[in-house]
């Protein structure tokens, strides 16, 4: 863990994401560098990209979101879904909840949740277990950001946050109109003209709405 902790704060520098000011980020200034460098820190080739190391679209208007209706979190245990950099929980707990899981399969995400987290002087829970091959957890809100790049995994992810929603859990997705995102079911909550780059997407700035399932 020291060995990634050492990683991150020698690749990345605090930065503060253009949509969410208040909240301080290990962040990468380009993508294929930190790439490159995760794959030989690793030892290995073909790795997807470090998703930790930026602030998604779909992530800042989430936490965003979040945080200009702290309502939504408040008092809440919420679970945060393919974390990244933990954003969105760190959004959560910003917001007044209860507690923030942040879960991420990506092994430098526990490093990079925990140094994002010290960054804003909060503490938040972390597992690099795959929720998606259980049922939902009972808890009061999940969110997940950035889920539909790839068409298997959106419906996977997708069947699984309906199923949360059907246990009576809260849910909050954030997407810059990936490819296999359904709005059919879904309802917008908000929409953000989020700044971001051309490292990570096909414009400077992209409408990035937040959903959720109707009751």
């Not at 690793?42 to 998703?51: A, D, K, S």
């Not at 992530?59 to 974390?83: I, N, W």
């Not at 990506?106 to 909060?122: G, I, K, M, Q, R």
Request: with cysteine.
């Amino acid at each position: 863990m020291q060995d990634r902790a050492q990683f991150i704060r020698d690749n990345t520098r605090l930065q503060r994401p253009p949509h969410t000011p208040e909240i301080q980020l290990w962040l990468a200034d380009e993508i294929t560098p930190i790439w490159r460098l995760t794959e030989e820190e690793l030892g290995e080739m073909g790795l997807p990209p470090p998703f930790w190391a930026f602030a998604w679209a779909g992530g800042q208007a989430l936490a965003r979101y979040l945080m200009d209706h702290p309502e939504e979190a408040a008092g809440k245990t919420v679970v945060d879904f393919a974390s990244g950099s933990g954003l969105v929980a760190i959004a959560a707990m910003k917001a007044g909840a209860k507690s923030a899981l942040a879960a991420d399969i990506d092994v430098f995400c526990s490093a990079a949740v925990e140094a994002n987290a010290t960054a804003n002087d909060l503490t938040l829970s972390f597992t690099d277990i795959n929720l998606l091959d259980a049922p939902p957890p009972a808890c009061g809100l999940i969110t997940a950001g950035d889920i539909c790049y790839e068409k298997p995994l959106a419906e996977r992810v997708l069947a699984w946050l309906a199923a949360a929603r059907a246990n009576g859990t809260r849910v909050l997705i954030g997407d810059p109109g990936r490819t296999y995102f359904p709005k059919d079911g879904l309802k917008k909550l908000a929409e953000y003209q989020v700044e971001t780059t051309r490292e990570l997407e096909d414009m400077t700035v992209k409408r990035t709405a937040v959903w959720t399932f109707p009751d």
